[in-house]
């Protein structure tokens, strides 16, 4: 499919709060004139199609929590459910744990978030030292899904999938989910215009095979699909 560029825009140091850094790592999203883009301390919105940018902060738009904001964002606009959704990833604690927060608005509330937040220890209690890190956010027609790695001090342990409902997301009230984890394979990362089936990737070897996961939208568990 070929791509249009349709406007090149770059922001500088006041749209980002001075807060860029040579590993920016940045994700970017759109509705209409609604715009937003992170990086790795930054993000920053614009509502009238980029022409002026506002400096949104990701230390201080949320209360802290853990050890504060850390890095890592992804942006997301779903235009099915018309929600933003916007993925934090938050230092470890003393005790070497952290969470990772996920927020929602309406385009019609264009920056009134809700939130929730995850910590390993939601998944098993005895993971009080494993933290969160590397994440990635694609979805179906109808879930949000959400990937990490996650590490004891330096040492990688797993990765992760969690799986929400767009809809319950729209909703702003409880947050059910499900979620999957490998030993196997790390580093996952998500199909971006899924139908009805996530298919996520992982590598096998350093350079010559990568091997496919696919989890489908009706309930199910997640498939390998072999390596390639």
Known sequence: MPVTLVRNIALDSAATGGRTLTICEPTA??????LMVTGNLFSSTSTDTGTTWTPLSPFTRFPRT??????????LYNPRQRIWIWLLQYYQSP?????????????SEFGNWRWWDFAPTDLNPSW???????????FTGEKLFVTFNAFIGEVWQRAFVFRFSLSDLAASGSLPYQWWTTISSGSIRLCRGAGSVMYMG?????????????????????????AH
């Open 95 to 107: 005790g070497g744990t952290n969470i990772f927060r996920l927020a929602v608005c309406k385009e």
């Open 128 to 138: 009080t030292t494993l933290w969160f890190d590397y994440p990635d956010m694609a």
């Open 202 to 226: 992982s590598n096998n070897t350093v350079t010559s095979q990568i091997r496919v996961f696919e989890w489908a939208d009706p309930p199910g568990s997640v498939r390998s699909r072999g």
């Open 29 to 34: 999203a759109a509705n209409g004139g609604q």
């Open 66 to 75: 853990a050890g504060g904001f850390c890095c890592d964002q992804v942006i």
